[in-house]
């Protein structure tokens, strides 16, 4: 969907928007004001983990708030926010502190269609924790290990609108104007143990200036750089399904060596590392049914347009790749069960030794016991092409309605080149407890 006709489509949401259903008579003001309400909540946790092979050991303390208001009829907001602060020995006393907000946003919602203006979001793809559409947010490598994707989206500026064709179909279009990175870590990124640019290894006579950082060149703020795409969606029989398209930026961008004007006798070189942040284009479907108890799920991203950190060709090189993977569901009154298998390809002409093959299966279980008082959860991705793996295992003990404890570690196995192995050494343990009101 080009970035005109998405335009074109919110201004006929807005307008859809703002008619009452034709089935219902305009409500008077003091009717209006009964459907207002504000509601309001949030927690504090204190968080200590550490990580044996690094060397690391952190204190994270956050406190979290959430407020939801409707308005009107028409009219509702969101906000959620918190502070997050870092006490940590990192190779030398670390504090830090970050305080942000993760939904910020108004929405105007009628019976044909809806438009949501702010900050936030949104979750395209249907399969459990690694989702191949799910590519709106750029996540927070940390957050995604110690938590989930979930907690791990890093919210962006965004106008979503949407058309409710029929009862049955709808039609999305999401427009994202500011480019936002990735991160290692959101607190103190560049001596996070989880920052995989520590890693980085150069041939002998060749030294980058760190106190220089590395120079990251972002996008402009511009017309010509907004990411953005459609999404359909429709229900046939007992079949959900949806097909779209979206054009952004990557979250974690490619690395090459710049180095610096040096007299021609020199023996040795210095620069710095810059990072660029190359266009992506995708195009993706996913499907959803249910079988007795159990929910099937698949889903596919095709990157016509994706860059490449090179191997055998210094800098960035450009290929495509294809992200494709089906899954089950089943939850009982207290297990959860679900897994899937994803299959990862990528190929580049400029650079042979980009392509390979790559197979996941990644699966979780999860079961409550003690009157709900107890949870215990397992997590594990494994890819055998590679002969590296995540497990993370987690045990919660509700104390109190209002008071949860928690406890869980993760062990990563081999130091393949898949997404989740390159972290190889960052087992941590962790233990949180947190107060919600």
Do not use: C
């Not at 279980?365 to 793996?389: C, H, K």
């Not at 104390?399 to 390159?422: C, H, I, K, P």
């Amino acid at each position: 969907m080009t970035s005109w006709a998405i335009a074109v489509a919110l201004a006929v949401l807005s307008q859809a928007a703002a008619e009452p259903p034709r089935s219902q008579p305009a409500q008077t003001p003091s009717t209006q004001a009964s459907v207002a309400r504000f509601e309001i909540g949030g927690d504090v946790s204190f968080v200590a983990d550490a990580l044996p092979r690094q060397d690391a050991v952190e204190l994270r303390p956050k406190a979290s708030l959430e407020a939801s208001m409707r308005l009107s009829r028409l009219w509702r907001a969101r906000f959620e926010g918190f502070a997050e602060f870092l006490a940590a020995e990192r190779g030398g006393g670390v504090a830090a502190g970050v305080v942000q907000a993760r939904e910020a946003w108004i929405e105007l919602a009628g019976s044909r269609g809806d438009i949501r203006v702010g900050y936030g979001r949104l979750v395209w793809g249907r399969l459990d924790e690694i989702q191949p559409s799910d590519v709106i947010n750029p996540i927070d490598a940390s957050r995604f290990l110690f938590d989930g994707r979930s907690a791990a989206r890093l919210p962006v500026a965004l106008v979503r609108g949407r058309l409710f064709a029929s009862e049955g179909l709808t039609i999305e279009g999401v427009l994202a104007p500011v480019f936002r990175r990735g991160t290692f870590d959101q607190l103190d990124e560049d001596s996070s143990p989880f920052n995989l640019t520590n890693d980085l290894v150069l041939p002998a006579g060749v030294f980058a200036l760190t106190e220089v950082g590395i120079d990251r060149r972002e996008p402009a703020t511009n017309w010509s750089n907004v990411s953005g795409g459609g999404r359909v969606s429709a229900t046939i029989g007992r079949v959900d399904f949806a097909a779209g398209a979206y054009r952004g930026w990557e979250g974690f961008g490619t690395l090459s060596f710049e180095p610096f004007p040096l007299p021609p006798s020199a023996s040795f070189v210095v620069g710095r590392f810059v990072e660029q942040f190359p266009r992506f284009t995708m195009v993706s479907a996913d499907f959803e049914t249910v079988v007795g108890e159990w929910a099937i799920r698949g889903e596919t991203a095709v990157f016509v347009e994706k860059t490449f950190q090179g191997q055998s060709v210094p800098g960035p090189v450009r290929g495509r790749a294809v992200d494709a993977g089906a899954g089950f569901d089943r939850a009982t009154e207290h297990v959860r069960l679900f897994g899937s298998v994803l299959l990862h390809r990528q190929w580049s002409d400029a650079d042979a030794t980009i392509d390979r093959t790559d197979v996941t299966a990644i699966g979780s279980v999860e079961r409550a016991f003690g009157r709900e008082r107890y949870l215990a959860r397992a997590f594990g991705a494994v890819t055998p092409t590679d002969q590296s793996g995540f497990l993370r295992g987690l045990f919660a003990w509700h104390a109190r309605d209002n008071v949860t404890v928690e406890a869980s570690a993760a062990l990563f196995v081999g130091d393949g080149d898949t997404q989740l192995a390159r972290f190889h050494g960052r087992d941590f343990v962790l233990t949180r407890v947190r107060f919600s009101w």
